[in-house]
């Protein structure tokens, strides 16, 4: 079997199943006062100074979540509640955490949401979000830093610069670029959302980052752990994931990334030669090295490819992970104008963990796939 689906999810990392599985021996509840409850403590804020000086930040920055979906939702309630957040600006191609949430929360909380304007590949228009910024009051930004259906980038420093200079707040969602760019989330960000499982730690675990100069009210109350920001006794064991994860990927990030990079670059010279008729969505030079999503013509294996692929050993995206296995159409492509009954879209996405032999058989496979 050959898995290029790494954008839905990863294998965990032996090094990261270590640390876990030590971790299981500290049964201890950190908020007990008792020798057990102060190892288990110390535990969780060794495993967040860790994280926090990995990323630039304050450990008092970093709060520990289930993972992307809750870290996105904690700021989306906590700032569309806020009455100081006039409106959200935000693109039709974020994740459907994102989108779901702003779809339910606007109205609830009265706020509109204005679509910043977006170019080629899906780059967002830096000076169209300058306009919807000097509208009076605050916005909430909410971009992506890398799209997960076709890896497009936003320049983060830039945005938080615009964001900072119009007094308004900055969430991006970095589940698919933490542990794959060395990230400084020093620069001007509000909040950042970072979610385990797609660095090779474990799924339901992952992390919220809020700027120390942004405060926003906590979406999950009860025993006021996190420092009150998210209740709920602490995953001890997914918290040594998350650290461990993030900490071997960004240790072996200048191997993995050129590694990483050129396997994503000889599939896709692989796929041009063999398929002239095929067009990339991806743009490489402005897209996450780890993503590649590419258009088929639509007849190829009876308008079948994903599954086609799926019984010839090689697991990929036909579109979002999240509504993979559900064959609806993609946001994403919509919102770009990609006529998707015209062409079958494959996500390829790569790890450390794979092989340029891998790449070949891949290629192979889809060569050897009727055209028809
Ligand atoms: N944001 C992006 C860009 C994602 O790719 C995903 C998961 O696929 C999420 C958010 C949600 O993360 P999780 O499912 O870990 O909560």
Redesign the pocket.
């Known amino acids: 079997m050959i898995y290029f689906d790494n ?2 999810t990863t294998p965990l990392h032996p090094e990261v199943k270590a640390a876990m599985t030590a971790a299981m021996e500290i049964f201890g509840n950190p908020t007990s006062v008792h020798s057990f409850g102060r190892e288990a403590r110390v535990f969780i804020e060794d495993q967040r100074s860790l994280v926090a000086g990995l990323l630039h930040v304050s450990p008092a920055e970093i709060f520990f979540t289930s ?3 809750e870290s ?1 939702q904690t700021v989306l309630h906590g700032a569309l509640r806020d009455p100081d957040i006039r409106r959200v600006i935000t693109t039709p191609m974020e ?1 459907h ?1 994102v989108m779901h949430n702003l779809k339910h929360l606007s109205p609830v909380f009265q706020k509109p949401v204005h679509h910043v304007a977006t170019g080629k590949g899906g780059v967002v228009d830096l000076s169209h979000l300058e306009e919807l910024l000097k509208e009076p009051g605050r916005s909430l930004v909410v971009l ?1 830093h890398a799209n ?1 259906e076709t890896g497009i980038l936003l320049p983060l420093t830039e945005v938080a610069a615009l964001c900072t200079r119009y007094g308004s707040l900055f969430l991006t ?1 970095t ?2 670029t933490m542990g794959k760019l060395n990230l400084d989330l020093s620069t001007g960000i509000s909040f950042a959302a970072a ?1 385990a ?1 797609k660095f090779h730690g474990p799924k339901g675990a ?1 992390f919220l980052f809020v700027n120390g100069d942004c405060r926003i009210e906590p979406l999950i109350l009860g025993g006021g752990q996190e420092r009150n920001m998210r209740s709920g006794t602490e995953n001890i064991i997914g918290i040594a994931g998350v650290a461990k994860a993030l900490e071997v990927a960004l240790r072996d990030l200048p191997e993995t990334m050129p590694h990483i990079q050129s396997l994503r670059d000889s599939m896709l010279k692989g796929i041009t030669e063999r398929f002239p008729d095929a067009v990339p969505v991806t743009v490489p030079d402005q897209s996450l090295y780890t993503i590649l999503n590419v258009g088929f013509p639509a007849h190829i294996a009876g308008a079948m490819l994903l599954y086609r692929l799926d019984i010839e050993g090689v697991a990929v995206s036909g579109g979002s ?2 509504t993979s296995g559900v064959n609806i159409k993609s946001h994403v492509l919509d919102a770009m104008g990609i006529d998707q009954d015209a062409r079958q879209h494959i996500r390829f996405s790569f790890s450390r963990f794979n092989q340029p032999d891998e790449v070949s058989k891949c290629l192979e496979i889809l060569a050897s796939i009727p055209r028809n």
């Open positions: 954008a839905a993972g992307g979906t996105l994740h955490a992506m997960n969602d589940v698919q979610s499982h992952g992970a999240c």
